[in-house]
């Protein structure tokens, strides 16, 4: 099943497509065509997993994208101390191309300009047999997943359109900035500027830096912590030169573009978004790579505000309802069925918040389930905050699910995500165990109708004196008094004393007891042909349990008194009915010991 957000990006691309505006870089080798048309994005998360839509696979230059990735390397190599020497860390508010230096030091404004970058390509020096750009390159390569390279009719092709470099490499040389000659530092700001790279690998590479400086594919810190802070904290406030103000205002992530085409933007702890569009806008910025950012920025609510958090996955556990299954009881027929049919029903335990990368990693699961499961139980119950975008993309999904005739069921009983996504109310539950119950219920219906439970049992026909013959079945039946109860109305309650044997005739029973906290949790449901009642006899004679309607429910009982009566006058009666009641509670016993072995797993 196509993901939600795989969804919306296609129809982002498609509506950003139509942008005309701008003119691709001019500066190109002869023979290298660049097509206007040109249009990718790449959204890679923290885990490693790349959403692609359109030209992802094409290379282009890096340009100015390499900024950042070279300050990173020299930071790594040098410290923060020397590099700030040469390079200061304030926004300039000027153009890239401007000579943005300070009146005294001459040091540039920060590492994102031109005359920046060009002290910190000075810093990058040959070594263990290997040239500069061949380090630059191998250091690019550390936050994808290929090895990159730069391309040398990319280099030519610059260094014939460098004058304006070239006076601000000398200028600098006169200031003491440069640790090279300044042709040598323009040529390996060049070079690095002529790295080849996709859309897919600039996604990689900023979710490396999203992941603190380790490659989310690979493994590989390709930087440090303190390194990567610094790269980030630059990109924020001067990533995108004189448009950086408006830049962190509206879309609030750090961010780099090129004129190659490239623009990349980063959410710290969650993801790296890459947009390959080569029409650029009068900052040197891509038209549609600013537009695609922007328009993620407020769909997916990736402002650095509304995602502060880390990201990471919002899935507690995931397992089939055979593993946990609910509290009803089965005949042994149905309970073998749904043994079988278990793998079509899923449980996901959510946690934690629910903003971007949270609600990432469940949409994923989600439409990556196999085709079988019929039912997904969402227990939203350790959820905290959910965003808007959660909502929407859920929204998006249970249609789908709907559509596909697959349900999508909820665990919320604090309302955190099923009304506003629009959830059935037939499809909401306050508990685990009623969710799984009526996925159960439901799978029996499909696929074994005639083991479902029925509406209406007959007293006669009760699992726990099956083994009576017809006749005491139904002698017993003319001792019993019918009672009814509305939904939620106490049948029996904790401290009672034993009053007899309810036989349930139709509707159902939950059972329920307080925790160490004073909180009332379920502990079953019997339905119709089940019995309840007799576990009092356990101990004093007094009920350790509340047993509430659930619904409309009829039963019939065997009174205490009743009992009495038989044993009395009729105790071959009596016996039987004794000895089948026995037989059916160690069977309920021994249910209740699975289902608690099964909770156990699930918890440890």
């Avoid at 920025?297 to 402002?303: K, L, P, Q, T, Y």
């Avoid at 859920?394 to 995500?417: G, I, N, S, W």
Wanted: aromatic share 6%.
């Amino acid at each position: 099943m196509n993901s939600p957000i795989e969804k919306y990006l296609h129809q982002l691309h498609a509506e950003i497509a139509e942008l005309r505006e701008g003119q691709p870089y001019a500066v190109a080798p002869k023979g290298r065509r660049v097509d206007p048309e040109d249009f990718g994005i790449c959204l890679a998360t923290v885990d490693g997993y790349v959403y692609e839509v359109g030209t992802t696979s094409k290379e282009f230059s890096m340009q100015s994208l390499s900024k950042p990735f070279s300050y990173g390397l020299a930071l790594e190599e040098h410290g923060l101390e020397t590099v700030d020497a040469k390079v200061d860390v304030e926004p300039s508010g000027d153009s890239f191309t401007e000579i943005s230096l300070a009146p005294k030091t001459g040091r540039p404004a920060n590492a994102m300009i031109n005359a920046g970058a060009l002290a910190v390509a000075s810093l990058i020096k040959g070594a263990g047999g290997k040239t500069a750009i061949n380090r630059i390159a191998d250091f690019y390569s550390g936050f994808t997943d290929r090895q990159l390279a730069s391309h040398r009719g990319v280099y030519t092709a610059e260094r014939r359109n460098s004058d304006h470099n070239h006076a601000l490499a000398y200028l600098m040389s006169s200031f003491g900035l440069l640790e090279s000659p300044p042709t040598t530092a323009l040529e390996t700001y060049l070079r690095q500027c002529a790295v080849q790279i996709t859309c897919r690998d600039l996604s990689l590479m900023a979710a490396t830096l999203a992941n603190s400086g380790t490659n989310p594919v690979t493994g590989h810190e390709a930087l440090g912590v303190e390194a990567v802070e610094r790269v980030l904290s630059v990109m924020m406030t001067s990533g995108m030169y004189d448009n950086a103000g408006d830049w962190v205002a509206s879309v609030g992530m750090p961010a780099k573009s090129g004129v190659g085409g490239g623009t990349l933007a980063v959410l710290p702890g969650q993801a790296g978004l890459a947009v390959f569009s080569p029409p650029l806008d009068v900052h040197g910025t891509s038209v549609r790579g600013e537009a695609t950012c922007r328009r993620m920025s407020a769909d997916m609510e990736m402002h650095f505000v509304r995602s502060a958090r880390a990201g990471r996955s919002a899935i507690r556990a995931i397992h089939s309802i055979a593993y946990v299954p609910s509290a009803v009881r089965r005949t042994d027929e149905a309970a073998a069925i749904l043994r079988e049919l278990g793998d079509r029903g899923v449980v996901v335990e959510l946690t934690g918040d629910l903003l971007f990368a949270g609600t990432e990693s469940v949409i994923r699961e989600l439409s990556s389930l196999d085709e079988a499961v019929e039912f997904v139980v969402l227990d939203a119950r350790r959820v905290d905050e959910v965003s808007t975008m959660s909502h929407t993309m859920l929204a998006t999904l249970e249609k789908q699910l709907r559509h596909a005739h697959r349900e999508l069921v909820f665990v919320d009983p604090e309302d955190r995500l099923a009304t506003a996504v629009g959830a059935e109310e037939s499809t909401i539950f306050l508990t685990r165990s009623m969710a799984i119950a009526h996925c159960e219920d439901q799978l029996l219906q499909r696929h074994s109708p005639e083991l479902s439970t029925p509406s209406k049992v007959p007293v006669t026909e009760a699992a726990a004196i099956s083994s009576l013959s017809v006749a005491e079945a139904e002698e017993l039946e003319r001792h019993m008094e019918s009672r009814f109860y509305q939904d939620a109305e106490v049948v029996r309650r904790v401290g009672q004393r034993f009053d007899g044997v309810y036989f349930i005739v139709s509707g159902r029973i939950t059972t329920t007891a307080r925790d160490a906290e004073g909180n009332r949790v379920e502990l079953g449901t019997l339905g119709p042909g089940m019995t309840f009642g007799e576990l009092a006899l356990g101990r004093e004679q007094r009920q350790e349990v509340t047993q509430r309607a659930q619904g409309a429910v009829e039963v019939k009982v065997l009174s205490a008194a009743t009992i009495d009566h038989l044993e009395k006058h009729d105790p071959r009666l009596a016996g039987e009915m004794w000895r089948a009641l026995t037989r059916e509670a160690f069977t309920r016993v021994d249910q209740y010991m699975r289902e608690v072995t099964s909770l156990i797993r699930d918890y440890y």
